[in-house]
């Protein structure tokens, strides 16, 4: 568990620390927009997550006044749960959070692809780095979609009881978001494939689908350690 | 940029002091309200701490924060804005036939997500290929 948070902050660390290196100026792509104003998608897209936040809230709300209501039954269904396993996939979401701020790196350089061999990784442009980052999340929807699989098999089911609706409404979002983000990766990534120069717009599109991805998997993080740590 | 993380702030400030009075007074036995607050105080934070960062990283003073400001120094290229398109209206109209079909039956649905994915590439590329894509 201990892991899992560890690498938690590293990739928080390396966001913020994206924030702050002198190549990577947050929400002001280079060339897009007057000097003296952040870029408007990116500052449209922090403000819409905030209300994505308010969303999540309000599936913490429920999850929070349903299990006071019926702690006993939260006592029996979570022992039933299987920790590690999520856990392990919780370190997949938060591992694809780094190759992603890899790739954004790459994006706000104008890379968008390898200009060498494809296992030549230092060579990587941003959308080597958003493939990577596809393909863990990818991992990590498919594991939740066998954890459900296991679960229901084992008597947890959306309309067994409330701990089964609450489960899978808040797990089940969470993932619909993660799924959405893997959906705006390939559309970031087919952009690179349909043009000729990589242009702002398209490294401001980039970049915004990193902030999205961060923000899934921060949110995943509290979900995590609401439903399998406090349980 | 100092007004906008300012009054962002302000919000931020509010929601984390009442969040752990209200922990305190609820002994910590009461979740609902003091995470729901606690996600107001990020609600605010996101934004003043997004604009904060980005505000340290521009140069200079923004021609709105100059008193003496004029409107001329604010010219530049803004971005990319679609003259029009039909795409939006596509996806709003794929996305309708989803949430029917939720009600109707799920073949609907299917059709709906099918035409959802043509209004989705539609739109995201229809700047970024053929003539616009040099």
């Known amino acids: 568990m201990c892991r899992v948070a560890n690498v938690a902050i590293m990739a928080l660390v390396a966001t913020a620390s994206a924030l702050y290196s002198d190549s990577a100026v947050p929400g002001s792509v280079p060339g897009h927009g007057p000097v003296t104003r952040p870029n408007m998608v990116a500052v449209g897209t922090i403000v819409w997550l905030s209300s994505e936040l308010m969303f999540f809230a309000g599936l913490f709300a429920m999850y929070f006044t349903i299990r006071s209501i019926d702690p006993g039954l939260w006592k029996e269904k979570t022992a039933i749960l299987d920790v590690p396993y999520a856990a392990a996939n919780t370190l997949i979401l938060v591992i694809s959070s780094v190759w992603c701020q890899l790739g954004v790196h790459q994006a706000e350089h104008g890379k968008a692809s390898r200009t060498g061999k494809l296992w030549e990784v230092g060579s990587w442009g941003m959308r080597e780095w958003y493939v990577v980052t596809y393909i863990f999340g990818a991992v990590f929807v498919s594991g939740q979609v066998l954890e459900y699989a296991t679960l229901v098999s084992e008597g947890i089911s959306i309309s067994a009881d409330a701990y089964g609706s609450v489960f899978y409404l808040t797990t089940g979002f969470h993932a619909l978001h993660v799924t959405g983000g893997l959906i705006a990766f390939l559309l970031i990534i087919g952009r690179t494939f349909t043009t000729r120069h990589y242009s702002h717009a398209q490294a401001a599109g980039a970049v915004v689908t990193s902030y999205y991805w961060h923000f899934v998997d921060v949110v995943w993080i509290a979900l995590f350690a609401t439903i399998y740590l406090l349980q | ?134």
Not at chain 2, 30 to 41: A, M, W
Request: charged fraction near 15%.
């Open chain 2, 1 to 134: 940029m100092r007004a906008e993380y300012k009054l962002f702030g302000v919000v931020a400030a509010f929601f984390l002091p009442v969040a752990l009075i209200y922990g305190f007074a609820t002994h910590w036995r009461e979740p609902v309200g003091f995470v729901g607050l606690l996600l107001c105080f990020g609600l605010g934070m996101m934004i003043s701490f997004y604009l904060w960062a980005t505000a340290r990283r521009l140069p200079g003073e923004r021609p709105e924060d100059n008193p003496a400001g004029e409107i001329d120094e604010q010219e530049g290229e803004y971005g990319f804005f679609s003259p029009h398109s039909w795409w939006p209206l596509a996806l709003a109209g794929a996305s309708a036939l989803c949430f029917l079909g939720v009600a109707v039956g799920w073949w609907l649905f299917i059709i709906g997500a099918f035409l959802g994915v043509v209004a989705l590439v539609g739109w995201t590329f229809e700047y970024f290929h053929g003539e616009h894509a040099a």
